[in-house]
């Protein structure tokens, strides 16, 4: 109320005709740009309702695994407000050869390397091998044969018959067989070794020194032969001439032998009839080696 001033004792008291109240504004409806609490979007909002406020779409914040967004409606960040969780497994693609599964849930950055092991079979299916899964997917190509191999010999055979020399290996032996075979010529004095692989195209041809043994064997046996004939005949001859010498002494020596003879007499007749049928028989046998001995003679003459 504004107290109005008289301007004489002339003038009236009188009712205003104007007053000035102060009433309160109405809510400011001029708009102002506004973003959403994610920023999905800047829309109008009437001045008196100025701030941030939610659009309703999912919020789409990246969250702390890197790899996902957050699917909460679009919301606040601040203080206890916080985008969601992530919940999933590791789903990054593993390692090349790599069974297994991440060890760690959803997780931002690389995989940690495989701690789990892989059990097979070596190259020559004789061993179980256990490697570390991380060191076979790592390796490069020719690792990979030498982790699968069980670094004994190689157990399967050639054709030739040899074991293949090669430390077990992938894929099918190598048929160059380096096993040493022996050659002889074929006096067998020489012998010479070849790679097995190479020894049906290899000759040992015998040398000088060959012929020159060979020669020296055949005079050798030559010798031999006549010696052996020589020997042969000497004791035909003796024993020719010691049944002669038998044959004359045996008059005198029966004469001899007379007196004795009633002696074994008494022992019994076995004796007397033994001695009868060995001349019986030498007188033949003499006959028959003197036979014997002029048939060889003329025949080896
Ligand atoms: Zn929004
Ligand atoms: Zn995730
Ligand atoms: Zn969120
Ligand atoms: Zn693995
Ligand atoms: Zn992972
Ligand atoms: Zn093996
Ligand atoms: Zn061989
Ligand atoms: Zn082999």
Not at 5 to 10: D, I
Request: with cysteine; hydrophobic share 25%.
């Amino acid at each position: 109320m504004v107290k109005v001033q008289l301007a004489g004792p002339w003038e009236q008291r009188s009712e205003p005709a104007f007053v000035q109240k102060a009433l309160p504004c109405p809510p400011c409806q001029v708009p102002i740009p506004t973003a959403c609490f994610g920023e999905h979007e800047v829309s109008p909002v009437p001045c008196h309702l100025q701030g941030p406020f939610s659009c309703r779409r999912p919020c789409g914040r990246p969250l702390t695994c890197g790899n996902h967004t957050c699917s909460v409606e679009c919301h606040l960040v601040a203080g206890g407000n916080k985008c969601e969780v992530c919940d999933e497994g590791c789903s990054k693609p593993r390692p090349p050869g790599c069974p297994h599964a991440c060890s760690r849930p959803c997780h931002p950055g690389n995989c940690p390397p495989c701690s789990q092991m892989i059990r097979q079979r070596c190259h020559c299916k004789i061993s179980m091998l256990y490697v570390e899964c991380t060191k076979l997917t790592s390796a490069a190509e020719q690792t990979k044969v030498e982790l699968g191999s069980c670094n004994n010999q190689c157990p399967k055979e050639l054709s030739c018959g040899h074991r293949c020399k090669q430390v077990c290996h992938p894929g099918v032996c190598e048929e160059k067989c380096q096993q040493k075979v022996k050659l002889r010529c074929p006096c067998k004095r020489l012998k010479k070794e070849f790679p097995c692989s190479l020894s049906d195209q290899c000759v040992v041809q015998c040398d000088e020194a060959c012929r020159d043994q060979q020669r020296k064997v055949s005079q050798v046996k030559e010798a031999e032969q006549r010696a052996a004939q020589e020997e042969e005949q000497k004791k035909l001859q003796e024993e020719l001439e010691a049944f002669e010498k038998r044959q004359q002494r045996g008059g005198g020596r029966r004469s001899k032998k007379r007196g004795r003879r009633e002696e074994v007499e008494e022992e019994g007749g076995g004796g007397r009839w033994w001695r009868r049928c060995g001349v019986l028989v030498l007188v033949p046998l003499g006959g028959a080696l003197l036979s014997a001995a002029a048939f060889y003679l003329l025949n080896t003459a």
